[in-house]
């Protein structure tokens, strides 16, 4: 299983990390919650695992009863340390959209038919009308603008279906994944979102992106 997430995340990322097809990462399995927030790492302890980019390391817990949802934080803590060290070499943090939606997209096994996956099935049957139009939501970071939000807000869940939505979107559903590089390249350089979603794209406004995307939704 660990070979099958490493395998798809050479296909998806590698272009944001090319010394993982060289270099080994490093994943620290932990027996129990209690032992992984007790450990070396210190990691909050609401949290399931532990991206470190500086170590390229991953710490995660056993989830005996779940074995699934173990492999899924593998797949989004291991995005996170790669996409996250790509933005690191810069000296930049990526838009938190991005990051979040990007391991959401990472965390199923269905590279061929993601269609399949639990976040894909969500955006699905999701009420689309009560997505947030695309300013307001790229200028929100749940972690800040809805701290006050109660666990079970339909509006929080809602923010990260749209994340996961907008970047499978510019990722798979374009000709090219490179697309997505280039967008993710411009942002890192400091590009406006509109330069980047039009050198990557050709969208020459937001306006044209939400039109697209919600088409394609």
């Given amino acids: 299983s660990l070979e099958k997430i490493h395998s798809r995340l050479r296909m998806d990322l590698s272009m944001f990390s090319p010394w993982m097809a060289k270099e080994r990462l490093t994943l620290y399995l932990y027996k129990g919650r209690a032992s992984y927030v007790k450990g070396e790492f210190q990691p909050p302890e609401w949290s399931n695992g532990l991206a470190m980019y500086d170590r390229k390391a991953v710490a995660v817990y056993d989830q005996k009863e779940d074995r699934k949802k173990l492999l899924e ?25 991005i990051n979040e939606g990007l391991a959401m997209m990472e965390e199923g096994a269905y590279s061929t038919q993601p269609e399949k996956s639990d976040w894909y099935q969500t955006m699905a049957y999701w009420d689309h009308k009560t997505f947030m139009p695309l300013k307001g939501f ?28 907008l970047v499978f979107f510019l990722h798979k559903g374009h000709p090219s994944p490179m ?16 330069d980047a979603l039009w050198t990557g794209y050709r969208y020459k406004t937001l306006d044209k992106l939400e039109k697209a995307w919600r088409g394609w939704l």
């Fill in 179 to 194: 697309q997505f590089k280039t967008f993710c390249a411009k942002l890192r350089d400091g590009s406006p979102l509109e």
């Fill in 73 to 97: 934080v593998i797949g989004h803590e291991t995005t996170h340390l790669l996409f996250e060290g790509y933005w690191s070499e810069a000296n930049k943090s990526p838009p938190t959209w």
């Fill in 138 to 165: 790229f200028e929100t970071t749940p972690t800040v603008h809805m701290k006050d939000h109660a666990v079970n807000d339909k509006s929080v869940a809602g923010w990260y279906v749209q994340a996961y939505s």
